[in-house]
């Protein structure tokens, strides 16, 4: 589903936010990103999602090479990646109905036909009766949820988070994984940026380690604990 | 460190209850996902593009309506800029119509020579009727005109002690109305006063085609100011949609990390300007309507004391038409052109 070659990244002024990483990541599978603030987590979520453009290196996404697709095709390429933001990224002005529909609205769906895709998102994510009210009076964990159910509403083969229990405590952070876990059983195939190795290391995926920009390793989730 | 298959077995029975749900959940997910995909194709593609429209349309109204004093504060600044020309132009157009109707009347009166005799006078008055120029000529003796003017001048005991007549006999000729344009006149006034009988030829309409012309420099104003307020116009609602693009830039950033095209992101705020358009067009209307019922009444009584049963055209269909069709046309190129310049500039970082 994603596959990285030799990627590299410099920022202009010289820093180089990732050097020669290389992984592939199957379709199906669930794995975390982890590493320190600045290990470049955030750049290699950018580089898949089209944000940055790699210098060096190709990233191939669903058999795509990113490195050939031109601006105006950049929406279509992310409309096959659900995103999970750590601060959820919803529109206040907008009910939660009408944030979830978002996606289905902006790949052409009319707008009478979402209706049931958003429940059914909505319903997933445990928040069928919330759907009239506005994001801010929501919980944190709420709309993280709605945020989930935005990302999933279009059914991309592949789901991105960044952060995404960055603001949770634990029990809503566990509740989080367990959403993502779901929708991996269903074959989506996800991706999650995080630093909370606590939360993690209770659950047994495919991790990659990033420090300073270099990939040091690639293992499980188990790694963690018996490092411990 | 435990194995993961202990953990398994340590969940509580809310746990396996939860996950079972969730399972379950998935599959009604699942199920709608294909329900929906048949639903679609009994759509034709083109109502598909309809509803959305409609719906983006709706959208952008409902937004500026959630801040209705502003909208209407930008309404009627282009209300006010759509309204000022256009009544100008109407109200000078009206003018127009009355001088016209004055020139309709116009005259030049040929005073003869002393020499020429009634006889010879009315010749030439016969003579001059068959000039194509010419609609209508008329006679007038010396001693006719003699007696008008004492009837009218209220000079007739003053004028009884004249042992001659001082008045000249005069032929008054009517214009044909093809006549009226300036170079045809100064030709006609020309070929007239070579006529050996004609000491004098007196043009009596030279005011109304002074005020004429200034009627047209007044129309060809009111055109150079319609194009300076449009002008207004574009850039009061390019302004507009730059800020409100700049207030929704977190939005945008949004519906961009979410797979939005540049066009997708664009119809809104061409929606907005067409709003904009729209409602100024519709609000100038109605202004000029105000205007013209305003001073109806002083120009009713102006045209009773000249005699006329002129009354105001006001905007008409096709007036009201002409000015819809501006007021969208401004909205939506100022709109367009803050949106190409402002959206190609927020990108998500």
């Known amino acids: 589903m994603i596959k990285l070659v030799n990627i590299s990244k410099r920022y202009p002024g010289g820093h180089e936010a990732l050097s020669n990483v290389t992984c592939h990541l199957q379709a199906g599978e669930m794995a975390f990103l982890t590493g320190h603030s600045g290990a470049g987590k955030s750049t290699l979520l950018k580089l898949i999602t089209l944000i940055e453009r790699t210098t060096r290196g190709e990233v191939v996404l669903d058999g795509e090479n990113l490195s050939r697709v031109r601006r105006r095709e950049i929406p279509f390429v992310r409309r096959k990646i659900g995103m999970v933001f750590q601060d959820h990224n919803l529109l206040n002005d907008k009910t939660v109905f009408d944030n979830v529909a978002l996606p289905l609205i902006i790949s052409g769906i009319p707008p009478s036909e979402t209706g049931r895709r958003v429940r059914a998102a909505l319903d997933k994510v445990g928040l069928l009766r919330k759907e009239k009210q506005f994001p801010i009076t929501l919980s944190t964990g709420e709309q993280q949820r709605v945020g989930i159910a935005r990302a999933v509403v279009n059914r991309p083969p592949l789901l991105l988070a960044d952060e995404p229990t960055g603001n949770l405590d634990p029990a809503l952070s566990r509740e989080i994984m367990g959403l993502f876990e779901a929708f991996n059983h269903i074959g989506t195939t996800v991706l999650i940026a995080t630093h909370d190795l606590g939360l993690i290391s209770q659950l047994q995926y495919r991790l990659f380690t990033l420090h300073e920009g270099r990939l040091i390793a690639d293992g499980t989730t188990q790694d963690l604990n018996n490092a411990a | ?349």
């Open chain 2, 1 to 349: 460190m435990v194995p993961r298959k202990n953990r398994r077995q340590r969940q509580t029975p809310q746990q396996r209850q939860q996950q079972r749900r969730r399972q379950q959940d998935l599959t009604t997910f699942i199920d709608y996902e294909s329900d929906a995909r048949t639903r679609q194709k009994t759509h034709s593609a083109l109502s598909r593009y309809f509803e959305q429209q409609a719906w983006v349309g709706k959208a952008a109204l409902l937004q500026l309506l959630q801040t209705p004093l502003s909208t209407l504060m930008t309404a009627a600044v282009i209300a006010i800029a759509l309204a000022l020309p256009t009544g100008l132009f109407l109200l000078l157009t009206d003018l127009q119509k009355i001088v016209s109707n004055w020139q309709g009347n116009a005259q030049v009166s040929l005073f003869m020579k002393k020499s020429i005799s009634d006889q010879e006078a009315r010749l030439l008055t016969k003579k001059l009727q068959t000039w194509e120029e010419i609609s209508n000529a008329s006679h007038l003796s010396a001693a006719q005109a003699l007696d008008e003017f004492q009837q009218q001048s209220g000079f007739g005991d003053a004028l009884d002690i004249l042992q001659e007549n001082p008045l000249p006999a005069v032929i008054i000729v009517k214009l044909h109305r093809s006549q009226l344009i300036t170079g045809n006149i100064e030709r006609l006034t020309e070929k007239l006063r070579e006529l050996p009988q004609v000491d004098i030829v007196q043009l009596d309409f030279k005011w109304i085609q002074r005020l004429n012309s200034f009627v047209a420099l007044g129309k060809r104003g009111a055109l150079l100011l319609s194009g300076l307020l449009a002008v207004a116009v574009l850039l009061i609602i390019g302004n507009t949609i730059r800020l409100t693009i700049h207030n929704r830039r977190q939005e945008i950033l949004v519906t961009k990390l979410i797979g939005a095209t540049n066009q997708f992101i664009r119809k809104p705020f061409l929606y907005a300007g067409f709003w904009y358009g729209l409602m100024g067009a519709v609000f100038a209307v109605l202004l000029i309507a105000l205007l013209f019922w305003l001073i109806s009444d002083p120009i009713h009584r102006l045209s009773v004391l000249y005699n006329s049963t002129f009354q105001l055209s006001g905007l008409g269909f096709v007036g009201v038409a002409y000015i819809l069709a501006i007021g969208v046309v401004l909205g939506l190129t100022g709109s367009w052109i803050a949106v190409t310049r402002h959206i190609h500039a927020i990108e998500p970082k």
